[in-house]
């Protein structure tokens, strides 16, 4: 009897344990469940996308979510103009003086009204089936179905509670892909506590923008980029993704031979008359470059020292004549300048009127100091003189610096589309006006003007350009312990006649790869220079076949020596 009521006992207290270990588990489930299930929240499309106003489109660029708004207007899709511009066809140019867009093709120019159904092409009136281009709120907007016709591009639109959103593609070739092995949904960010964007259905092909342990972020396609586990998807595969689209073919005048060009430096209209005795000593040159115009003023002017006879002796010589025209007059703003749609086609006219006259092959663009709020309007004067061109079969060579971080407006790769050969000045690395004393041109200076080049043009359109001058610099220590560096240009007889002078035996300096020599004046002066000659030159010529690119080009016939043509004709030859 007393086991029994022990027995008993031990009952009554084991309930509440047990009840106890029930809601502990319970817990502990609860916990477990809310850590590891997958929410099912959804993220509203207004979330996302952001508030838009009446008749905006919310528009994912390719691979991301831009700021930028689309337009439905007159049933179609309108773009911003500025997002256009800058990631999609930088061809259309904004004529703010005009309140005109401006958009070239290889051999046509469109003039576009705002708010308009007609535009001219090349003067032709045209008329499109709804405006090409609107202004809303001060904000300019392209159509999507105009631009089409000129750019490999398609979009999506997708209506979602109120919001209407678009994918517009753009860029085609290899993508990394993944297909979807069973619906999946697609999350903010990684993770399975990350609200719900969309879903994608078995069979889906989605485009990979990255990889991560156990997430890929991918662009859906009903226009949103974001999250799905691994786990729903097959393996990554490099797919060709391709459009049907007939691209704009740039056709250029490059030789097959390579450039070697020489600037003559023309600054009155007497100088055509030494030509012969110029070129004189002259071999393996077969492109001159007299700089015969210049701009006059901010409205286009051009002066010119052309010269028939000039042409008829360097045709004899046979040397094709690429007339140069400079910016360099103190009474042109270039920025003022190219921003007027007048002055640019007038100088493109006036260009192409003179080769005409004078029977040359083509023109050298020498335009420098050219400012960072100037690029877009130089890039689009290239581009108007390079139809002028095509059309009249002349060869379009521009001249720019050797890239740098602050001259990345001169647009290399759209310059190497449009022209027929990109010519970068490798000088000067130290100019008149450098707080230090160097090299005009050493040969990495000239290497990385290269190098750097190819990144945006094909070899075949790169010429390089070297000098055939140097600076003897001199440097003065003051009285307060600061110093005062001048320079000035020298030939290579001059170099020649310097050393000479003052008795100095220049050594070789393998850091620039040319001579150098220095000594001190009687006054105290510091006197350097570092030597263009043979050695330096077959240096320089010979990057031209280490990169195979289209030919070379030296700044300025008579600064040389007679020794110096074979160097170059051999180095750029090997």
């Known amino acids: 009897m007393q086991e029994n009521k022990r027995s008993k006992g031990r009952g009554k207290k084991a309930g509440p344990v047990f009840l106890a270990l029930l809601v502990i588990l319970a817990a502990a489930a609860v916990f477990l469940i809310q850590r590891y299930m997958p929410t099912k929240e959804r993220m509203a499309p207004a979330a996302y996308f952001g508030a838009l106003g009446e008749n905006q489109v919310a528009l ?23 997002m256009v511009r800058d990631e999609i066809n930088s061809r259309f140019y904004w004529d703010e003086p005009n309140g005109q867009m401006i958009f070239t093709t290889a051999l046509e120019t469109y003039d576009i009204p705002v708010d308009s159904a007609a535009y001219t092409v090349d003067g032709e009136s045209r008329e499109y089936e709804r405006p090409i281009v609107i202004s809303r709120d001060g904000t300019l907007y392209l159509s999507a179905d105009f631009l089409q016709l000129f750019t490999n591009l398609e979009w999506t639109l997708t209506e979602e509670e109120g919001i209407c959103h678009g994918l517009l593609r753009y860029q085609w070739g290899t993508q990394r892909r993944v297909t979807v092995r069973k ?25 990979v923008l990255e990889e991560f342990e156990n997430w890929l972020e991918v662009v859906t396609p009903d226009g949103y980029v974001g999250y799905v586990s691994k786990r729903r998807v097959g393996g990554i595969q490099e797919t060709e993704v391709t459009r ?14 390579k450039i070697n060009l020489v600037w003559h430096q023309i600054d009155y209209e007497e100088a055509n008359q030494y030509l012969s005795e110029d070129i004189a000593d002259m071999t393996g040159v077969n492109v001159i470059s007299p700089t015969w115009f210049s701009v006059l003023d901010n409205e286009g002017a051009i002066t010119s020292f052309g010269d028939a006879e000039y042409v008829k002796t360097a045709h004899e010589a046979g040397l094709e004549v690429w007339g140069l025209i400079n910016n360099f007059s103190p009474e042109v703003d270039t920025t003022t300048l190219l921003a007027s749609t007048a002055a640019r086609r007038r100088m493109a006219d006036t260009l192409v009127s003179e080769a005409k006259r004078l029977e040359i092959e083509g023109i050298n663009l020498d335009f420098e100091y050219i400012k ?46 449009v022209a027929d050969y990109v010519i970068v000045m490798g000088y000067d690395e130290h100019y008149a006006g450098s707080e230090t004393a160097g090299s005009v041109a050493s040969l990495s200076f000239e290497e990385n003007g290269i190098t750097e080049t190819l990144k945006a043009v094909p ?52 850091e620039t790869s040319q001579y150098y020599a220095a000594w001190v004046a009687e006054d105290g002066t510091l006197c350097e220079i570092w030597i263009e000659d043979e050695e330096s030159l077959a240096l320089k010529a010979g990057l031209v076949g280490t990169y195979d690119l289209g030919g070379i080009a030296a700044w300025v016939l008579g600064s040389e020596k007679a020794s110096i043509w074979p160097v170059i004709q051999k180095g750029i030859s090997s």
Not at 183 to 207: C, F, W
Request: charged content about 25%; proline content about 4%; overall charge negative.
């Open 60 to 82: 994912v660029l390719q691979d991301h979510l831009t700021e930028q708004k689309g337009l439905l207007e007159d049933q179609g899709l309108y773009l911003n103009y500025e």
């Open 183 to 207: 619906n999946a949904p697609v999350r903010y960010q990684g993770g399975i506590k990350s609200p719900i964007l969309t879903e994608l259905q078995a069979g889906d092909s989605v485009q």
């Open 244 to 257: 049907e689209f007939q691209k704009t073919e740039y056709t250029s005048l490059t030789r097959e031979e």
């Open 372 to 417: 960072e709020e100037c690029g877009y309007s130089y890039v689009q004067f290239v581009r108007e003189l390079s139809i002028a061109c095509r059309k009249n079969n002349l060869v379009l060579s521009v001249d720019v610096p050797v890239p740098m971080d602050f001259n990345q407006h001169f647009n290399r790769k759209e310059l190497g589309t």
């Open 459 to 510: 070899a075949e359109k790169i010429i390089s350009g070297v000098p055939f001058y140097t600076r003897i610099w001199y440097t003065v220590y003051n009285e307060d312990g600061t110093t005062t560096v001048t320079s000035e240009a020298l030939s290579m007889e001059s170099v020649e006649k310097t050393l000479e002078t003052y008795g100095v035996v220049p050594e070789w300096n393998e």
